[in-house]
C-alpha cells in the first residue's frame, strides 16, 4: 500500500501539511491554524524517528506520530470549504 500512495500526488494545506511542502529552514514557516500545526508536529516527529537507530524503532515512532497527527484532525474543525475538504482526505489517508 506505501508504494502505491507514494505515486498519489498530495495536496498541500497551510504551510506544513502536504508532500510539497519542503522548508529551507522549518522556524520560518508558522502554522495557519490547528491542522496546520499539527502537520508541523508531525514533520518534526517524522524527522526526529529518521534519526533513530533501529528500524522497529523508526517504524513506531513514525506509527505514533502518524497516529497523533490523525487524533489532532480528528478534532480540528475547518470553516474553510477547503480545509474541510483537507480533513477528509487527511483522515481517509492516516486510517
Same mark, same amino acid.
Given at each position: 500500500?506505501?508504494?502505491?500512495?507514494?505515486?498519489?500526488?498530495?495536496?498541500?494545506?497551510?504551510?506544513?501539511?502536504?508532500?510539497?511542502?519542503?522548508?529551507?529552514?522549518?522556524?520560518?514557516?508558522?502554522?495557519? *491554524? =490547528?491542522?496546520?500545526?499539527?502537520?508541523?508536529?508531525?514533520?518534526?516527529?517524522?524527522?526526529?524517528?529518521? !534519526? &533513530?537507530?533501529? @528500524?522497529?524503532?523508526?517504524?513506531?515512532?513514525?506509527?505514533?506520530? *502518524? =497516529?497523533?497527527?490523525?487524533?489532532?484532525?480528528?478534532?480540528?474543525?475547518?470553516?474553510?470549504?477547503?480545509? !474541510? &475538504?483537507?480533513? @477528509?482526505?487527511?483522515?481517509?489517508?492516516?486510517?
Amino acid at each position: 500500500m506505501k508504494d502505491i500512495t507514494r505515486k498519489i500526488p498530495h495536496p498541500n494545506y497551510g504551510n506544513w501539511c502536504g508532500g510539497n511542502n519542503t522548508h529551507e529552514n522549518w522556524d520560518d514557516a508558522n502554522p495557519i *491554524d =490547528a491542522g496546520d500545526a499539527a502537520c508541523r508536529i508531525h514533520d518534526f516527529a517524522l524527522s526526529d524517528a529518521d !534519526k &533513530l537507530r533501529t @528500524r522497529k524503532k523508526r517504524a513506531d515512532a513514525k506509527k505514533k506520530a *502518524d =497516529a497523533e497527527l490523525r487524533k489532532a484532525w480528528h478534532r480540528f474543525k475547518p470553516i474553510e470549504w477547503w480545509g !474541510k &475538504l483537507y480533513r @477528509r482526505g487527511l483522515l481517509f489517508f492516516f486510517n
